[in-house]
């Protein structure tokens, strides 16, 4: 039944050459089916865009009609076309059966029926206990634009001036209220804007300590029309974010409800940016909770989407989200990309990723060696010095290779490098995104449970990390070298014991092991890690050519986990 409906609503959107008429006709399908219908829908319309690579951007009706013939005769199960062959492609398009979908809500009668009889069945449970209201998620909407095909999505000067300032101003006040109440305000440091130079024209009124002026702000953010006039959905979406913020300030790290409300502010953040993703708008809210102790505040940080891009894993199309940041807040996060808020869409950072190519790659090609691990160690141990002269020697190789001749012009190159390590970025997160979806957990490797110990939820992070460091040193076309020590690095630091390091030392071991290379003795004992050790067994890694360390790291992949590497490569070559 819903491939019945997804049939029909192409059929429309392929005459009136535009999917937005294939969205409107599945709007009216029955509410039961409507949801799985879109999602079916819209991984239809993604696969054929790619399959075709056609410019679909609804410039050329011709374009976007082959596009959504290709996912007819997919969702038809018609795979024997060329689907580059517009005519074939027409052609076999014109054969599938017409019938238009049924508009009486058969599934709706269906599932109402079984509703009434459980009502009766269980009306006396509802009268006789009380229970808690849950949040049900709502169906994520359908994106359109840049983030439905890819590319620069749409900007708007209101809304970026709106979250640049507006809801930076909340942030602060908020901030400063919860620090005044019984939270106390000795833990963390005071929330403020940060000292740049401002992208647009932001207030300037001071942070209010006092209740009344920030709800005032509330009720004006609330319902600011900047926001609200752009639909019903976006306007739920936003009020609820500033309800749940406006809720944080009376909600104690000691409360039972404090979990929650943390996960509340994450989801309607989430919320919003669908929303926008939805209009074609390129921004991004995303909720993050600091916590120091017993202290706790939220913080809200927006983003502008520079980029919407895809990769493709395990033959699903994946978007990744290029951000930049927009609020002027004085906290930064220390990371390149993230898994989005309420497993949303993976994100790389574009402010982070600049900063680390200009810090830490690109003086590499001034003749300077790789930071890996902290400076005492480096300068006091010999195997420190040439480990991170030798990952230096390999990072440069492999830069001035994918460079070519962009190498001899500071700006390009400069350039080339941000992209390339965004690129890179986003594959990691891509892997993150698929773990979190997965219905079983990869397979626990021996290695890491021997530094660990038995599964048990807490290093659940570790696991992460490694698999994605793992996969993006074998998917990486470009730098598995510098993606190698970026994760040695971890290990290296003289605080060993976070949830990078452990994965970075199972992985050289294992590196290593497939290269045929063996510690002289052990690199781990009694739970502390030798140092010098390591660095000696990683400094080999450093001489293998890309081809033979993404190959050892797909072995190694199958040796940890027991099955093969998912492949992940960006859809768009990079330019």
Known sequence: MIRRHVLAALAVG????????????????????????????????????????????????????????????????????????????????????????????????????????????????????????????????????????????????????????????????????????????????????????????????????????????????????VMTSRGPGLADAWRGLIDSLDRWVDVSARDVAFRAAISELGRRAQNVSEQLAALGLGFYISADVITKGTTARAVLFSYRVEEVAFVRAGGDARRVLSLRRLDRLNLDLALLGRQGDEQGDPVVLLDQIEDFAANRVMPVLDGETYRLGDGDWRRSSRAGRQLASDAADAIDRELRAVLGPAFHDRDVRARRIKRLVSATVRRHEARHAIDNERARPLRYPQALQKLLGKRDGSQLRAELEMAAYLSQIANDPHLPQWTLWNFASHAFGSRWGGAEGYGAAVVIEGLARQLGQFPARPVVVGGRLDRDALAILARPLAAQSSDKLRAAARSLWTELYGEPLMPIVDVLALP
Not at 62 to 69: C, G, L, S, Y
Not at 156 to 171: G, H, P, Y
């Open 14 to 225: 392929v005459e009136a050459g535009d999917e937005a008429a294939a969205r409107e006709q599945l709007g009216q399908a029955d509410w039961v089916l409507r949801g799985a219908a879109q999602r079916r829908l819209q991984r239809a319309l993604i696969d054929a865009m790619l399959l075709t690579n056609e410019n679909y951007t609804g410039e050329d009706p011709e374009a976007m009609r082959h596009v959504q013939r290709v996912a007819a005769l997919d969702v038809a199960g018609c795979t024997d076309v060329d689907v580059r062959d517009r005519r074939a492609v027409a052609e076999t398009f014109a054969r599938l059966p017409t019938a238009a979908p049924s508009r009486a809500p058969i599934a709706t009668v269906f599932v109402a029926s079984g509703i009434v009889v459980t009502i009766v069945m269980f009306v006396w449970l509802v009268l006789a206990v009380r229970t808690p209201t849950r949040h049900t998620r709502p169906a994520m909407p359908l994106p359109s634009g840049a983030f439905f095909h890819g590319g620069t999505p749409a900007s708007d000067d209101a809304i970026a001036t709106f979250l640049e300032t507006e809801l930076t101003q909340l942030v602060i006040e908020t901030d400063a209220d919860r620090r005044g109440s019984s939270e106390g305000s000795g833990s963390l440091a005071p929330l403020g804007p940060v000292a740049r130079e401002p992208r647009s024209n932001p207030t300037t009124n001071p942070p209010n300590a006092g209740g009344s002026g920030r709800s005032r702000r509330v009720a004006e953010l609330r319902n600011a029309r």
